[in-house]
């Protein structure tokens, strides 16, 4: 009978994350040249993060930046010696796509694009300011498809500054009518009588509850029909 095998450590922290990196390539370093950024190629991921991406620590004997607050943002990988570094005259590879939200693009094309969108709805404006401005930036020909792939510039906002009443839970049924009353904001929602909320089809004592207890929850903004769903 063979020893049983232990379990391979499940990296859950970026300290441990960078740790790893490094010892790895300590023991690799004939092939290693040192680590670069990934940054994940979506929408939600934060302007200080995508501009980051594809930046490179050569110095073994320091840690990485710490580029990332949450492990989804990005990750630090391997950047290997180039052929000729290796002792191999053959030129490299040409760059190969990367994952992203709208499936796999070349980090040279989409990024720009993701960097665009998110110096747009990162500015310190109002939201219809910065709505203003996603519905009237140029699109390059590229970005455009990546707008299609997106489901159109009116969905990417709705990601970033959903209307109020589309946040509140368990009223889906309910949302079509506060609409028509003009009930879009946490102040006109509260300013509403019982009555008149639990007159709409789908509102019952609980669901009442809920909505009170929501708008009661949001303390900035209450007069905006939208809200904010931007990560920084």
């Known amino acids: 009978m063979s020893a049983a095998q232990p379990k391979p450590k499940i990296i859950t922290t970026i300290e441990e994350s960078q740790n790893n990196k490094i010892g790895t390539w300590k023991d690799n370093q004939d092939v290693v040249h040192g680590l670069q950024f990934s940054a994940t190629l979506q929408l939600r991921t934060p302007l200080r993060v995508l501009l980051r991406h594809g930046e490179i620590h050569t110095n073994i004997n320091t840690k ?12 630090w990988v391997f950047k290997t010696k180039t052929f000729r570094e290796l002792g191999c005259d053959v030129d490299e590879v040409a760059p190969g796509t990367h994952a992203s939200d709208v499936g796999l693009v070349l980090p040279a094309d989409y990024l720009p694009f993701l960097i665009a ?9 109002p939201i219809e300011n910065r709505i203003k401005k996603l519905r009237e930036m140029p699109m390059a020909s590229d970005w455009k498809t990546y707008i299609e792939k997106h489901g159109g510039i009116e969905k990417i906002i709705r990601q970033f500054f959903p209307e109020f009443i589309d946040t509140i839970p368990k009223i889906s049924a309910a949302i079509d009518e506060l609409s028509e009353l003009g009930l879009e904001t946490p102040n006109r929602i509260a ?15 609980s669901k009442l509850k809920t909505i009170r207890d929501y708008c009661a ?11 904010e769903n931007v990560i920084r």
């Open 117 to 125: 969108i998110r110096r747009v709805v990162e500015l310190d404006e």
């Open 217 to 227: 929850g949001i303390t900035k903004n209450r007069d905006a029909d939208r809200v």
């Open 64 to 75: 990485p930046p710490k580029i990332i607050k949450e492990m989804w943002e990005g990750i």
């Open 191 to 205: 300013a509403a009588p019982d009555e008149t909320l639990l007159s709409i089809k789908g509102i019952g004592q």
